[in-house]
């Protein structure tokens, strides 16, 4: 449309909602000084990996070559290794068949300056072996959904999802070189004599830190700490960052929830763990991943079943009090691509971000399909996208 039709249709649509509120709709998104953002897509960037059909690799599940990146490749964790992002990426192997039936393994690209991809390594990194742990938590589901923290002495940590098929594991990794991993098995399988070895959990977010310029595993109270969940944001705590405890409530029965859904908000549905929280001057960031409910519970303003990306705060003294939560998510699917692949409703899901040259480097998951990237400059801080922006380009969709 040319600009007149959509100032026509602008303030068409502000007069069936009302400027006055319109304008509290704009204030309610502006982000607050402790958030992050404002993220921008790079112009000519995204999609930044997309599935491939020529590469094969010998399963040793299978016994036989599978084209494992052919269907969708998304929901990326990424580091920095010798001065390049590394973003580790869920490939699935099967476009035949449905959701949660294809094999996952975890691909590898790395990047000199993050918008491009440096090298593609054609086979994966992780994957569903021979191994015992495979054999009981990965076959034939693998390995979804990783997000990745490094010590200050170079030790990789991957927190990602064994899917046996039955019963999704929040599982732990670790390499010194991103390409051999040992793998140790269920997140909280020795944690109160076993008692959650084999909860339905997902979505590990390890704290960090920015120390002397590097994003490094950080210390809570003297701990690992690792925010974690999916219909929920709960916690653990580790002394080695292998063998996590889950943090439970004050009569030691269930687990602590610390933040839920929210009726009639962005995250209705569905909470889930977004990248490694950071430390900060104003407390724990952690940025996690929001699913619009449908009906009464929906959030009315974005489309149901939508995953956009919200920010919480907790406290550093108290990393399981919340200090603030945005009501609007910073970082919701606006590109096609974004709104296609496997959930057309839109999703963008962030699983990976870096402090690189300065900024911030935010990777996700476009519609359970592509990744993308966006970037944040905190000397050029600005405000999320206005809502005003966004109904006027659903409208004029």
Known sequence: MKNKKQKILLFAILGLVGFSSMQETIAQNKLPEWAFGGFVRPKGVNPLIEPIQETTFDCPMREALVKWECADTFNPAATVKKGKICILYRA???????IGKRTSRIGLVESKDGTSVTK?????????????????????GGCEDPRIAVTEDGLYVMAYTAWN?????????????????EKHGPAFAKAYEGRFKDLACKSGSIVTEVKN???VIAKVNGKYLM???????????SEDLINWEPVLDQEKDKLLKLITPRDGYFDSNLTECGPPAVVTDKGILLLYNGKNAEGDKQDKRFAARTYSAGQVLFDKVNPFKVL???????????????????????TVFIEGLVFFKKKWY????CADSKVGVAIYDPAKKTDGDPLTTFIAKRVLQ
């Open 213 to 215: 310029g590097r994003q």
């Open 120 to 140: 593609r390594y054609n086979i994966p990194v992780l994957y569903p072996d021979h191994s015992d742990i495979s054999k009981t938590y990965e076959w034939k």
């Open 92 to 98: 699935e192997d099967n476009p035949n068949v449905g």
């Open 362 to 365: 935010l990777y996700y998951g």
């Open 324 to 346: 603030d939560r945005l009501d609007v998510p910073f970082f919701r699917p606006m590109a096609d691509f974004e709104k296609s692949g496997q959930y057309v409703s839109g």
């Open 227 to 237: 925010y974690w969940g999916e219909w929920y944001v709960a916690a653990a705590t």
């Open 165 to 181: 098929n039955q019963t999704p594991r929040l599982s732990i990794a670790t390499s010194r070189d991103l390409l051999t991993w």
